[in-house]
Protein backbone atom coordinates (compact mmCIF):
# COMPACT_ATOMS: atom_id res chain seq x y z
CA UNK A 1 0.00 0.00 0.00
CA UNK A 2 2.81 2.71 0.69
CA UNK A 3 4.25 1.13 -2.47
CA UNK A 4 0.95 2.45 -4.25
CA UNK A 5 1.15 5.99 -3.10
CA UNK A 6 4.16 6.74 -3.31
CA UNK A 7 3.74 5.96 -7.24
CA UNK A 8 1.06 8.27 -7.15
CA UNK A 9 2.58 10.32 -5.58
CA UNK A 10 5.18 10.77 -7.98
CA UNK A 11 2.86 10.58 -11.15
CA UNK A 12 0.97 13.50 -9.47
CA UNK A 13 4.20 15.64 -8.35
CA UNK A 14 5.10 14.80 -12.56
CA UNK A 15 1.85 15.77 -13.52
CA UNK A 16 2.05 19.05 -11.65
CA UNK A 17 5.48 19.69 -13.22
CA UNK A 18 4.14 19.31 -16.63
CA UNK A 19 1.11 22.03 -16.33
CA UNK A 20 3.70 24.56 -15.37
CA UNK A 21 5.03 26.58 -18.26
CA UNK A 22 7.30 29.25 -18.95
CA UNK A 23 6.86 31.55 -21.52
CA UNK A 24 10.55 33.03 -22.88
CA UNK A 25 10.94 36.58 -24.09
CA UNK A 26 9.57 37.11 -27.60
CA UNK A 27 7.77 34.49 -28.16
CA UNK A 28 3.40 33.85 -27.27
CA UNK A 29 1.73 30.53 -26.58
CA UNK A 30 -1.74 29.45 -27.84
CA UNK A 31 -3.85 28.13 -25.56
CA UNK A 32 -6.86 25.74 -26.27
CA UNK A 33 -9.62 24.51 -23.37
CA UNK A 34 -11.27 21.27 -24.50
CA UNK A 35 -10.30 21.79 -27.89
CA UNK A 36 -11.49 25.70 -27.87
CA UNK A 37 -9.36 28.87 -27.83
CA UNK A 38 -9.09 29.89 -24.52
CA UNK A 39 -6.15 32.73 -24.32
CA UNK A 40 -2.69 33.46 -25.21
CA UNK A 41 0.35 33.38 -22.50
CA UNK A 42 3.02 36.21 -22.97
CA UNK A 43 6.28 36.09 -21.10
CA UNK A 44 6.50 34.23 -17.32
CA UNK A 45 5.20 31.42 -15.65
CA UNK A 46 1.97 29.70 -16.65
CA UNK A 47 -0.08 26.86 -15.28
CA UNK A 48 -2.45 24.36 -17.24
CA UNK A 49 -5.38 22.61 -16.17
CA UNK A 50 -4.15 18.75 -16.86
CA UNK A 51 -6.47 16.93 -19.24
CA UNK A 52 -8.09 20.05 -20.32
CA UNK A 53 -5.97 23.16 -21.18
CA UNK A 54 -3.10 22.13 -23.91
CA UNK A 55 -0.32 24.68 -25.73
CA UNK A 56 -1.83 24.01 -29.57
CA UNK A 57 0.81 26.33 -31.49
CA UNK A 58 4.43 28.08 -29.66
CA UNK A 59 4.50 31.45 -31.91
CA UNK A 60 7.59 33.03 -32.55
CA UNK A 61 6.98 37.13 -32.17
CA UNK A 62 10.41 38.26 -33.32
CA UNK A 63 10.92 40.00 -36.87
CA UNK A 64 11.67 37.29 -39.32
CA UNK A 65 13.14 37.19 -42.70
CA UNK A 66 11.87 34.66 -45.68
CA UNK A 67 14.10 34.38 -48.75
CA UNK A 68 11.85 33.02 -51.51
CA UNK A 69 13.19 30.89 -54.99
CA UNK A 70 13.34 33.39 -57.81
CA UNK A 71 9.91 33.47 -59.55
CA UNK A 72 8.80 33.83 -63.48
CA UNK A 73 7.51 36.85 -63.95
CA UNK A 74 6.25 38.50 -68.08
CA UNK A 75 7.40 42.37 -68.19
CA UNK A 76 5.05 44.62 -70.14
CA UNK A 77 7.11 44.03 -73.48
CA UNK A 78 6.97 40.33 -73.26
CA UNK A 79 10.59 39.65 -71.75
CA UNK A 80 10.31 36.77 -69.01
CA UNK A 81 13.46 37.12 -66.42
CA UNK A 82 13.12 35.81 -62.99
CA UNK A 83 13.15 37.62 -59.71
CA UNK A 84 13.54 36.32 -56.26
CA UNK A 85 12.71 38.38 -52.91
CA UNK A 86 13.34 38.68 -49.55
CA UNK A 87 10.26 39.57 -47.21
CA UNK A 88 10.67 40.96 -43.50
CA UNK A 89 8.17 40.44 -41.40
CA UNK A 90 6.84 40.02 -37.89
CA UNK A 91 3.98 38.45 -35.94
CA UNK A 92 1.46 40.90 -34.54
CA UNK A 93 -1.38 39.16 -33.09
CA UNK A 94 -0.56 35.04 -32.64
CA UNK A 95 -4.48 34.28 -32.27
CA UNK A 96 -5.02 35.33 -36.20
CA UNK A 97 -1.37 33.94 -37.11
CA UNK A 98 -2.64 30.46 -35.37
CA UNK A 99 -6.26 29.79 -36.82
CA UNK A 100 -6.34 32.74 -39.46
CA UNK A 101 -4.13 30.77 -42.49
CA UNK A 102 -3.25 27.48 -42.90
CA UNK A 103 0.16 27.48 -43.71
CA UNK A 104 1.14 31.02 -43.46
CA UNK A 105 4.97 30.93 -44.86
CA UNK A 106 2.92 29.02 -47.92
CA UNK A 107 0.49 31.67 -48.24
CA UNK A 108 2.74 34.40 -48.00
CA UNK A 109 5.07 33.00 -50.68
CA UNK A 110 2.38 32.67 -53.29
CA UNK A 111 0.50 36.24 -52.49
CA UNK A 112 4.21 37.46 -52.66
CA UNK A 113 5.18 35.96 -56.16
CA UNK A 114 1.16 36.86 -57.42
CA UNK A 115 1.88 40.88 -56.44
CA UNK A 116 5.19 40.72 -58.38
CA UNK A 117 3.47 39.23 -60.98
CA UNK A 118 1.06 42.18 -61.26
CA UNK A 119 3.47 44.59 -60.61
CA UNK A 120 5.89 44.00 -63.12
CA UNK A 121 2.90 43.26 -65.95
CA UNK A 122 2.86 46.66 -65.81
CA UNK A 123 6.29 47.77 -66.54
CA UNK A 124 8.69 47.42 -69.52
CA UNK A 125 12.15 45.72 -69.16
CA UNK A 126 13.74 48.90 -68.72
CA UNK A 127 11.72 50.81 -66.04
CA UNK A 128 11.68 47.24 -63.88
CA UNK A 129 15.14 47.09 -63.63
CA UNK A 130 15.54 50.61 -62.71
CA UNK A 131 12.85 50.91 -60.02
CA UNK A 132 13.24 48.73 -58.01
CA UNK A 133 12.61 51.03 -54.46
CA UNK A 134 8.96 51.52 -56.67
CA UNK A 135 8.56 48.12 -57.28
CA UNK A 136 9.64 47.49 -53.22
CA UNK A 137 7.01 50.02 -51.91
CA UNK A 138 4.44 48.78 -53.60
CA UNK A 139 4.74 45.25 -52.67
CA UNK A 140 5.05 46.08 -49.26
CA UNK A 141 2.06 47.94 -49.88
CA UNK A 142 -0.06 45.28 -50.71
CA UNK A 143 1.49 42.40 -49.05
CA UNK A 144 0.90 44.24 -45.56
CA UNK A 145 -2.97 45.09 -46.36
CA UNK A 146 -3.23 41.43 -47.83
CA UNK A 147 -1.66 39.59 -44.07
CA UNK A 148 -3.34 41.97 -41.36
CA UNK A 149 -5.98 39.54 -41.07
CA UNK A 150 -3.39 36.82 -40.51
CA UNK A 151 -1.60 38.58 -37.38
CA UNK A 152 1.10 39.13 -39.72
CA UNK A 153 3.32 42.65 -40.75
CA UNK A 154 5.21 43.30 -43.65
CA UNK A 155 8.06 45.62 -42.62
CA UNK A 156 9.60 45.31 -45.67
CA UNK A 157 10.28 43.45 -49.26
CA UNK A 158 13.30 43.79 -51.27
CA UNK A 159 14.11 42.31 -54.72
CA UNK A 160 17.01 40.29 -53.96
CA UNK A 161 18.13 39.56 -57.60
CA UNK A 162 16.19 40.15 -61.20
CA UNK A 163 17.88 37.98 -63.80
CA UNK A 164 16.92 38.75 -67.55
CA UNK A 165 17.40 36.03 -70.41
CA UNK A 166 20.59 35.65 -71.55
CA UNK A 167 20.30 37.58 -74.96
CA UNK A 168 19.02 40.45 -73.25
CA UNK A 169 22.21 40.19 -70.61
CA UNK A 170 24.53 40.29 -73.56
CA UNK A 171 22.85 43.03 -74.74
CA UNK A 172 22.73 44.96 -71.60
CA UNK A 173 26.29 44.20 -71.60
CA UNK A 174 27.37 45.55 -75.19
CA UNK A 175 25.35 48.75 -73.89
CA UNK A 176 26.92 49.15 -71.61
CA UNK A 177 30.24 48.06 -72.54
CA UNK A 178 29.43 50.85 -75.48
CA UNK A 179 28.41 53.63 -73.33
CA UNK A 180 31.46 53.21 -70.93
CA UNK A 181 33.54 53.67 -74.22
CA UNK A 182 31.64 56.88 -74.77
CA UNK A 183 31.91 58.58 -71.27
CA UNK A 184 35.98 57.34 -71.77
CA UNK A 185 35.92 59.21 -74.79
CA UNK A 186 33.99 62.49 -73.38
CA UNK A 187 36.70 62.57 -70.57
CA UNK A 188 39.78 62.14 -72.60
CA UNK A 189 38.15 65.02 -75.25
CA UNK A 190 37.60 66.77 -72.01
CA UNK A 191 40.93 66.49 -70.68
CA UNK A 192 42.71 67.01 -73.72
CA UNK A 193 40.47 70.22 -74.09
CA UNK A 194 41.50 71.37 -70.38
CA UNK A 195 45.22 70.26 -71.08
CA UNK A 196 45.19 72.76 -74.21
CA UNK A 197 43.24 75.60 -72.63
CA UNK A 198 45.98 74.92 -69.90
CA UNK A 199 48.60 75.38 -72.28
CA UNK A 200 47.33 78.03 -74.18
CA UNK A 201 47.28 80.23 -71.02
CA UNK A 202 50.38 79.50 -70.20
CA UNK A 203 51.89 80.85 -73.45
CA UNK A 204 49.45 83.83 -72.99
CA UNK A 205 50.84 84.29 -69.39
CA UNK A 206 54.68 84.12 -70.84
CA UNK A 207 54.00 85.89 -73.50
CA UNK A 208 51.98 88.96 -71.11
CA UNK A 209 55.27 88.07 -68.68
CA UNK A 210 57.72 88.91 -71.67
CA UNK A 211 56.05 91.94 -72.99
CA UNK A 212 55.99 93.58 -69.50
CA UNK A 213 59.74 92.68 -68.64
CA UNK A 214 60.66 93.56 -72.15
CA UNK A 215 58.50 97.02 -71.63
CA UNK A 216 59.91 97.68 -68.48
CA UNK A 217 63.77 96.79 -70.04
CA UNK A 218 63.06 99.61 -72.57
CA UNK A 219 62.11 102.13 -69.43
CA UNK A 220 65.06 101.24 -68.20
CA UNK A 221 67.07 101.69 -70.76
CA UNK A 222 65.53 105.38 -71.40
CA UNK A 223 65.70 106.29 -68.24
CA UNK A 224 69.59 104.89 -68.10
CA UNK A 225 69.74 107.43 -71.63
CA UNK A 226 67.94 110.35 -69.74
CA UNK A 227 70.17 110.12 -66.97
CA UNK A 228 73.09 109.59 -69.06
CA UNK A 229 71.74 112.70 -71.60
CA UNK A 230 71.14 114.89 -68.50
CA UNK A 231 74.87 114.24 -66.96
CA UNK A 232 76.25 114.94 -70.09
CA UNK A 233 73.93 118.31 -70.94
CA UNK A 234 75.22 118.86 -67.36
CA UNK A 235 78.73 118.10 -67.91
CA UNK A 236 78.58 120.41 -71.19
CA UNK A 237 76.68 122.98 -69.38
CA UNK A 238 79.26 122.84 -66.37
CA UNK A 239 82.08 123.68 -69.44
CA UNK A 240 80.41 126.05 -71.20
CA UNK A 241 79.96 127.93 -67.35
CA UNK A 242 83.42 127.37 -66.97
CA UNK A 243 84.36 128.55 -70.68
CA UNK A 244 82.42 131.53 -69.52
CA UNK A 245 83.67 132.01 -65.91
CA UNK A 246 87.11 132.04 -67.42
CA UNK A 247 86.67 134.60 -70.57
CA UNK A 248 84.74 136.25 -67.98
CA UNK A 249 87.44 136.57 -65.36
CA UNK A 250 89.93 137.73 -68.22
CA UNK A 251 87.99 140.61 -69.77
CA UNK A 252 87.41 141.64 -65.70
CA UNK A 253 91.49 140.85 -65.89
CA UNK A 254 92.00 143.61 -68.79
CA UNK A 255 89.44 145.67 -67.71
CA UNK A 256 91.40 146.02 -64.20
CA UNK A 257 94.57 146.17 -66.29
CA UNK A 258 92.75 149.09 -68.43
CA UNK A 259 95.09 148.33 -71.25
CA UNK A 260 95.45 150.66 -74.21
CA UNK A 261 94.34 150.56 -77.66
CA UNK A 262 98.02 149.32 -79.35
CA UNK A 263 97.51 146.53 -76.54
CA UNK A 264 94.07 145.83 -77.62
CA UNK A 265 94.38 146.28 -81.43
CA UNK A 266 97.70 143.16 -81.40
CA UNK A 267 95.05 141.11 -79.00
CA UNK A 268 92.82 141.78 -82.38
CA UNK A 269 95.89 140.63 -84.73
CA UNK A 270 96.48 137.39 -82.33
CA UNK A 271 92.28 136.91 -82.84
CA UNK A 272 92.69 136.86 -86.66
CA UNK A 273 95.41 134.87 -86.75
CA UNK A 274 93.80 132.00 -84.60
CA UNK A 275 90.93 132.36 -87.24
CA UNK A 276 93.22 132.41 -90.16
CA UNK A 277 94.51 128.75 -89.18
CA UNK A 278 91.13 127.43 -89.68
CA UNK A 279 89.42 126.58 -93.32
CA UNK A 280 88.03 130.28 -93.76
CA UNK A 281 88.68 130.64 -97.33
CA UNK A 282 88.14 134.68 -96.46
CA UNK A 283 88.71 136.95 -93.85
CA UNK A 284 87.77 140.49 -93.33
CA UNK A 285 89.98 142.42 -90.95
CA UNK A 286 89.16 146.07 -90.04
CA UNK A 287 90.62 149.52 -91.36
CA UNK A 288 92.28 150.10 -87.91
CA UNK A 289 93.84 146.83 -87.53
CA UNK A 290 95.02 147.21 -90.83
CA UNK A 291 96.36 150.58 -90.31
CA UNK A 292 98.22 149.75 -87.24
CA UNK A 293 98.99 146.24 -88.79
CA UNK A 294 101.61 148.41 -91.17
CA UNK A 295 102.52 150.33 -88.00
CA UNK A 296 103.85 147.20 -86.22
CA UNK A 297 105.87 145.81 -89.44
CA UNK A 298 107.54 149.49 -89.67
CA UNK A 299 108.51 149.23 -86.18
CA UNK A 300 109.53 145.75 -87.18
CA UNK A 301 111.95 146.78 -89.84
CA UNK A 302 113.34 149.99 -88.17
CA UNK A 303 114.77 147.46 -85.22
CA UNK A 304 116.05 145.00 -87.89
CA UNK A 305 118.56 147.38 -89.22
CA UNK A 306 119.80 148.87 -86.24
CA UNK A 307 120.76 145.54 -85.64
Known amino acids: MPTIIFILAVILIVLLASCIKIVPQAYAYIVERLGAYNGTWGTGLHFKIPFIDRIS ?3 NLKEMVVDFAPQP ?9 QIDTVVYFQITDPKLYTYGVELPMSAIENLTATTLRNIIGDMELDESLTSRDVINTKMRAILDEATDPWGIKVNRVELKNII ?14 AERERRESILKAEGEKKSAILVAEGEKAAAILKAEAEKESQILRAEAEKESAIR ?4 EAQAILSVQEATARGIRMLNEAAPSNPVLTIKSLEAFAKAADGKATKIIIPS ?20
Open 288 to 307: EIQGLAGLAAGLKEIIHEEK
Open 232 to 235: IAEG
Open 73 to 81: VITKDNVTM
Open 164 to 177: PPAGIREAMEKQMK
Open 57 to 59: KKV
